[in-house]
């Protein structure tokens, strides 16, 4: 019986990261690819990367999927069977608009998704921390999640770019992902275990964390307005054509909203919010914490920022020859590269994985700089003869190039094995009375680098090119090795001295 409660956990795990990594692509690469099959600007196509900022704030919200329960399915089943619900109906409402005839309402609906997407992810994540209580658990089940959560990107991100190739229509993609999100409520509806005598949150009133929440986005409304006022003030145009102070005023506004939004949020005593980061930041080396978090993918972010847009209209790769190289070759190489780290992990110390995933993360990175210089067909190619696998078919030939696979699959292994350190790292820094909160907290600064560096991404490779950019991908990646340096004793600490080892 134990053997199954445990297999029964992470089977459940594995599911819920499918279900997490569904929406991420529909946000970022799959959209990207969208928004370029329709003509959009490489610039603009950066700034709309930025309809992933929820996946940065969820820390805020998290706290009231902490403290309310939804009736009959409980805190965690309850928020999962309801975000994912919404997620099919926004994917459904997708399918119907263009990109390039409505950039405006299709980026608003788009900013929903990640919203909803984000809110997932909290619930997600504080399940499979409060379902897998035992440490032990812990490398092989982050190793379980990154496998669903690739595996479907795999579906979202590399099948969908043939299907889309294929039918000439990415709406129709969007509405068969929505049917997928659909069926994902319903497998959290029946069949995922219960999660016995978790942690609750200190009691509050309900009426006065409403009025927290609404407080604190009133201090996101104040920053934002604030800001923008300054700089129009000072004679700079939002709407301008230059880009360089367009994107001025997006990172000025997200950085006056933040500490306002904190600050509002204390004046109004959101007592949930308040007494989770009270806690969080009362562990012992709490801000180098955050500090490595945000810049241990960094290199990473800039690096695949554009990947898509890049290869599809820089290099003229077509949509199926990238949805099969670098998004079902590289995701499956991602898999192995999780599988890889998960497995080191029960032998290894976590900074030991962290310092030798993050060296091969930055390395990766020289392989994008390889084909900016060399470009396409530097190294010769293969041809993929047409197949049909009933799910997902091929009609015509279509070449694969190799200098593409070997990016790729140097990307995609170690980038699936920080990953995964990252993720154990996570898990170990949450306090059980409000892991939903310190998860979206932790797990929202690790996508400070995914989401904020599209804009930047944009506007820097139309100022210095694709091989520049590459390089300085590279460059950002050095501070977070020289983190993880920093953390050695802290990270051995939060570990214990003794290497993590699976149970019998």
């Not at 230059?242 to 939004?261: C, S, Y």
């Amino acid at each position: 019986m134990p053997d199954f409660r445990r297999s029964h956990r992470l089977a459940a795990v594995l599911l819920l990261g499918f279900a997490s990594g569904l929406p991420l692509a529909l946000t970022g690469q799959a959209m990207q690819a969208w928004l370029t099959t329709d003509g959009i600007d490489f610039a603009t196509i950066g700034f709309f990367g930025l309809i992933g900022i929820p996946y940065t704030f969820k820390f805020l919200w998290a706290p009231l999927m902490d403290r309310f329960e939804p009736p009959w399915l409980g805190r965690r089943r309850g928020w999962l069977v309801l975000t994912q619900g919404a997620l099919a109906l926004i994917l459904f409402a997708l399918s119907g608009l263009s990109p390039g005839e409505e950039p405006r309402l299709f980026a608003q609906w788009a900013v929903l998704l990640a919203f909803l997407s984000a809110s997932q992810d909290v619930v997600v994540d504080a399940y499979r921390a409060d379902v897998l209580a035992d440490k032990s658990e812990h490398g092989l089940g982050a190793s379980l999640h990154v496998f669903g959560y690739r595996l479907a990107m795999i579906v979202s991100g590399g099948i969908a770019l043939i299907w889309a190739d294929q039918w000439r229509s990415w709406p129709k993609v969007y509405a068969l992902m929505g049917g997928i999100m659909a069926g994902a409520a319903l497998i959290s509806l029946f069949l995922l275990p219960p999660v016995r005598g978790e942690p609750r949150p200190r009691p509050s009133s309900a009426g006065g964390e409403l009025r927290g929440f609404l407080s604190m986005l009133a201090g996101v409304g104040a920053g934002y307005l604030l800001a923008r006022n300054a700089l129009v003030l000072i004679g700079l145009d939002p709407h301008g054509a230059d880009r360089w102070i367009r994107l001025l005023f997006v990172m000025a506004e997200i950085l006056a909203a933040v500490p306002l939004a904190w600050w509002f949020a204390r004046l109004a005593r959101f007592e949930t919010l308040n007494a989770s980061l009270t806690a969080y930041f009362a562990q012992p080396g709490a801000v180098p914490f955050l500090a490595l978090i945000v810049l241990y993918k960094l290199g990473d972010a800039f690096a695949g920022s554009l990947t898509t847009a890049f290869l599809i209209k820089g290099l003229e790769f077509s949509q199926a020859e990238v949805g099969i190289a670098n998004k079902i070759i590289g995701i499956w190489l991602t898999i192995i590269g999780a599988l890889i780290g998960g497995t080191l992990m029960l032998r290894v110390r976590l900074y030991r994985a962290l310092l030798f995933f993050g060296i091969l993360q930055l390395l990766s990175n020289f392989g994008f700089y390889l084909i900016a210089v060399f470009g396409k067909g530097a190294w010769g190619g293969i041809t993929v003869p047409p197949f049909d696998w009933l799910v997902v078919s091929l009609r015509e030939a279509t070449s694969l190039d190799f200098l593409l696979l070997a990016v790729v699959a140097g990307e995609n292994l170690t980038g699936g094995m920080g990953t995964v350190a990252l993720v154990a790292l996570l898990m170990a820094l949450c306090n059980s009375r409000f892991t939903a909160t310190h998860y979206a907290l932790l797990s929202a600064l690790a996508a400070v680098g995914r989401i904020y560096v599209g804009p930047v991404a944009g506007v820097l490779t139309e100022s210095v090119g694709w091989p520049a950019f590459y390089l300085f991908s590279v460059a950002v990646a050095v501070p977070g090795i020289v983190m993880v340096r920093r953390m050695r004793a802290p990270l051995l600490m939060i570990q214990g001295t003794e290497p993590q080892r699976a149970e019998a």
